[in-house]
């Protein structure tokens, strides 16, 4: 007990989460779109057709490539897959009028038009798949529903489409218990450090669990070095552009308007049911941010076939463990 409380009191005094290193598998930027930017992740011999992959809106990109051995882009390189990986950027305050059209038509279109350019230029590629991850996975499949043809197959994990099957956020998340027009009103975007805090709260005991896990392991240098990348992760959010999330709380949360219908974006409805791409929709088991019955809905609405599979796990952790890459290289190969 002494020794663990020793190596448990100098992990912390030496500062690891500000040390630590996430994101390092090399990569090269070949697109900007104002603050965003797609990064390829370019494999040594390519195998497989490449993929594009859109990221969260909330935290950064770095999840997916959080520690050697802990990287869900280099076990996919490691088997010969190109991936273009969308990077959405720091909103700043002069940011706070981009709304979801501009997000979705403007930034993610012209950025998965960009990368089939170059996927056709650098690797012979005619067609991508495409992936997405929470919120980056709703924009996404909301943009292959208004255009069919820009991508070949979608993959999905944790992706909110039943928004009203969100649990605890759910209830939270609805006109009555949620001022949404007097906090974008107030701060202009919708500040990281709020948005942090409230999933803390969501499961409040998860705090405390983590640093008993911490305690109980503290003698593994091994989970040492992955418990400072979350921290370091899970410290690293940015803000919401506000005009953006004020239409994506007000459309998904209150109106649930991906099931419900009613959504004119751009002057078009929003209809899921004009997706041809079929689909891979992978849910974490223990995902209390979007639960397996809230991303499983888009069995019932998407216009092509969808294949619904369950990965251990919860929201974050699941970027981290072995099964995700297996599962999409198990896609990527079929």
Known sequence: MLQRAENYSRFLVSDPVAKAKIGQSPNRIIHHDRKAVVRLFAPAEVKHQPVFVS???????????????????????????????????????????????????????????RTRRDAKTRYGADQVDAIGYCVGGTYLTILLARYPDLARRLALLATPIDFHASGRLS??????????????????????????????????????????????????????????????????????????????????YFDNALMAGGWKLGGETVDLSKGKAPALVLAAADDHIVPPVAAFALKDRWGAPVVARTLRGGHVGVCVGKELPAALLEWIRA
């Not at 999840?63 to 051995?69: E, N, S």
């Not at 552009?241 to 998904?252: D, K, P, T």
């Open 55 to 113: 990221m969260p809106l909330i935290n950064t990109w770095t999840i997916f490539d959080l520690l050697p051995g802990r990287s869900v882009v280099e076990s996919l390189n490691k088997a010969g897959v190109p991936v273009y990986l969308l990077d959405w950027g720091r909103p700043g305050p002069e940011d706070s009028q981009i709304n979801l059209e501009l997000l979705i038509d403007g930034t993610l279109r012209r950025s998965m038009d």
């Open 171 to 252: 209830l939270w998340a609805n006109p009555e218990t949620f001022p949404l027009d007097e906090v974008i009103d107030g701060h202009g975007n919708f500040p990281a450090e709020m948005m942090k805090q409230s999933f803390a709260w969501l499961r409040p005991m998860g705090q405390l669990a983590k640093w008993k896990s911490l305690w109980d392991k503290s003698e593994n240098a091994d989970f040492r070095t992955l418990w400072a990348a979350m921290e370091a992760w899970n410290n690293d959010n940015t803000d919401f552009a506000g005009a953006a999330y004020r239409e994506y709380v007000r459309r998904c």
